[in-house]
Nanobody, 119 residues
């Protein structure tokens, strides 16, 4: 099992910045992707950004150029630097980890942290 604990959410004005952090613990040696998803009421959870153990990154089009994902040296932490925040970025942000399992994979989720951007 993998446990993910997020921190860093909060309230910020439009144009401001926030940094989210996530610490992973437990059986993490096979985790090969970590990242962030977000969700607003009535909508599906959507990918914001993720990063592989090799360091390859992937971003949603809506956050490219504004958000930066990074991993700690021990590869047990992942951070999301969010700049130029807009009201449409308001959501609950979830840390995510994934490991292969046969022909599919197993996902793990954090408890979520609220990000609110005021206009």
């Amino acid at each position: 099992q993998v446990k993910l604990v997020e921190s860093g959410g909060g309230l910020v004005q439009a144009g401001g910045s926030l940094k989210l952090s996530c610490a992973a613990s437990g059986n993490i040696f096979r985790v090969n992707v970590m990242g962030w998803y977000r969700q607003t009421p009535g909508k599906q959870r959507e990918l914001v950004a993720d990063i592989t153990t090799a360091g390859s990154t992937n971003y949603a089009d809506s956050v490219k150029g504004r958000f930066t994902i990074s991993r700690g040296d021990t590869k047990t932490t992942v951070s999301l630097q969010m700049n130029s925040l807009q009201p449409e970025d308001t959501a609950v942000y979830y840390c995510h980890a994934r490991r292969p399992s046969g022909t599919t994979y197993v996902r793990y989720w954090g408890q979520g942290t609220q990000v609110t951007v005021s206009s």
